[in-house]
């Protein structure tokens, strides 16, 4: 069953910006939002994790969980969620620490 969804980009490349607004809308840019379903929103994360190069993004979707959300992120941020007993939290990386390679996370 679609459901509403959204993802926000950071730096992304001009083609993974011309694949989401296929299937979504861009209120503001590097915000899409639309209504998916699993498969359509699981196949378009796959190309933005696997294209966002420098940038960033992060998508949230209904999730059956007590949040009622997932989060997933891909690319280097400074904020990353963190499952603290069930819930998705932010944690901050300080500033001045290094980035280190990360690969994206579900």
Known sequence: MPAM?????????DHVRGALTRWMI????????????????????AVVAASVGPGAAVLVHPEANEQGFALRTAGDR??????FDGLALIAFRPQDEEIPPSAPSD
């Open 5 to 13: 969804t959204i993802l926000s980009t950071t730096a992304v490349p």
């Open 26 to 45: 861009e209120p503001t840019p590097g915000l899409y939002v639309g209504t998916l379903s699993a498969r359509v929103r699981d196949e378009l994360w």
């Open 78 to 83: 400074r904020r990353t969620p963190v499952d």
